[in-house]
C-alpha cells in the first residue's frame, strides 16, 4: 500500500474531515481514504465535442425536415469607386 501525505491542508476542511469522520465512527485517515475511493469510483463520461452533445441532445426527437430556399446567385458587390 502507498502512503500520501497532504500538506496545507484548509482549516475548515480539516475540521469538517474530522467531523464526518466522527459522525461515520472512523478516523480522519480511514474517511479521507473513503472519500477519494467514492470520488474517484466514478467514470465521466464527456463526449468528445459539441456536435456530438449536440447529437445526443436531440437524438430523442427523431429528426427534423426543413424546407430549404434555393440559393440564388451570389450578388456582386456595388462599385462605389465613380
Not at 479521507?32 to 459539441?50: F, G, K, P, Q, Y
Given at each position: 500500500?502507498?502512503?500520501?501525505?497532504?500538506r496545507?491542508?484548509?482549516?475548515?476542511?480539516?475540521?469538517?474531515?474530522?467531523?464526518?469522520?466522527?459522525?461515520?465512527?472512523?478516523?480522519?485517515?480511514?474517511?479521507?481514504?473513503?472519500?477519494?475511493?467514492?470520488?474517484?469510483s466514478?467514470?465521466?463520461?464527456?463526449?468528445?465535442?459539441?456536435?456530438?452533445?449536440?447529437?445526443?441532445?436531440?437524438?430523442?426527437?427523431a429528426?427534423?425536415?426543413?424546407?430549404?430556399?434555393?440559393?440564388?446567385?451570389?450578388?456582386?458587390?456595388?462599385?462605389?469607386?465613380?
Amino acid at each position: 500500500m502507498a502512503n500520501m501525505t497532504i500538506r496545507n491542508l484548509d482549516d475548515g476542511l480539516k475540521k469538517r474531515l474530522r467531523i464526518r469522520a466522527a459522525e461515520h465512527g472512523r478516523s480522519m485517515e480511514d474517511e479521507a481514504r473513503d472519500i477519494l475511493r467514492a470520488a474517484l469510483s466514478t467514470t465521466e463520461n464527456r463526449a468528445a465535442n459539441l456536435a456530438t452533445v449536440i447529437r445526443i441532445r436531440v437524438a430523442p426527437l427523431a429528426g427534423v425536415t426543413l424546407d430549404l430556399p434555393q440559393r440564388e446567385p451570389i450578388r456582386y458587390a456595388p462599385d462605389f469607386s465613380e
